[in-house]
T-cell receptor, first 112, second 113 residues
Framework: GDSVTQMEGPVTLSEEAFLTINCTYT??????LFWYVQYPGEGLQLLLK?????DKGSNKGFEATYRKETTSFHLEKGSVQVSDSAVYFC???????????FGTGTSLTVIP | NAGVTQTPKFQVLKTGQSMTLQCAQD?????MYWYRQDPGMGLRLIYY???????DKGEVPNGYNVSRLNKREFSLRLESAAPSQTSVYFC????????????FGPGTRLTVL
């Protein structure tokens, strides 16, 4: 079945460091891919998405490119800030669109 | 727009008690979902409703029931709570049921003693 695998955390970075959080997926057909962010005590918020191969999603300095050849959707940011400290979830929407599959989440802490 | 709202925010139950978690959305979305979030396991789908009047099981439906009361509201019921159901519960909604963004509520933190 469809699934998402993302890198284990927690990740701790210094402010202005480069961030990569790896995400790979298994799916039949052509899923849509998402990154969600969860700040402490809150629900998940959409960070970015891509709906077809080679699409790049971007928001708030974060980027991720839908790579069908490597079945990946890695999240990157060139210079993280303390305010980026949160848990990041990679997700996949199945072909039918009725179900989403989430990774286990990667906790990011950015220290000044 | 309030988006997706959930009540209550926190709840403590004793084993065997029952309760209903309420969820409502004001975005006119067709699809609604219930997830539970546990440490190290991400979000797991309990039930979903692709449209008003329909419900389907997700990955972890045992011990839960749902009701899609109308297009706006989707409730989750625990008939006889167990400690294994201690978790944070999130409701979400999306449009059309297609590969679209899911919008999440703030969550309900449930503890079963």
């Amino acid at each position: 079945g469809d699934s998402v695998t993302q890198m284990e955390g927690p990740v701790t970075l210094s402010e202005e460091a480069f961030l990569t959080i790896n995400c790979t997926y298994t799916a039949t057909g052509y899923p849509s891919l998402f990154w969600y962010v969860q700040y402490p005590g809150e629900g998940l918020q959409l960070l970015l998405k891509a709906t077809k191969a080679d699409d790049k999603g971007s928001n708030k300095g974060f980027e991720a490119t839908y790579r069908k050849e490597t079945t990946s959707f890695h999240l990157e940011k060139g210079s993280v800030q303390v305010s980026d400290s949160a848990v990041y979830f990679c997700a996949l929407s199945s072909n039918t669109g009725n179900q989403f599959y989430f990774g286990t989440g990667t906790s990011l802490t950015v220290i000044p | 727009n309030a988006g997706v709202t959930q009540t209550p925010k926190f709840q403590v139950l004793k084993t065997g008690q029952s309760m209903t978690l309420q969820c409502a959305q004001d975005m006119n979305h067709n699809s609604m979902y219930w997830y539970r979030q546990d440490p190290g396991m991400g979000l797991r789908l309990i039930y979903y409703s692709a449209s008003e009047g329909t419900t389907d099981k997700g990955e972890v439906p045992n011990g839960y029931n749902v009701s899609r009361l109308n297009k706006r509201e989707f409730s989750l019921r625990l008939e006889s709570a167990a400690p294994s159901q201690t978790s944070v519960y999130f409701c979400a909604s999306s449009d059309v049921g297609g590969p679209d963004t899911q919008y999440f509520g703030p969550g309900t933190r449930l503890t079963v003693l």
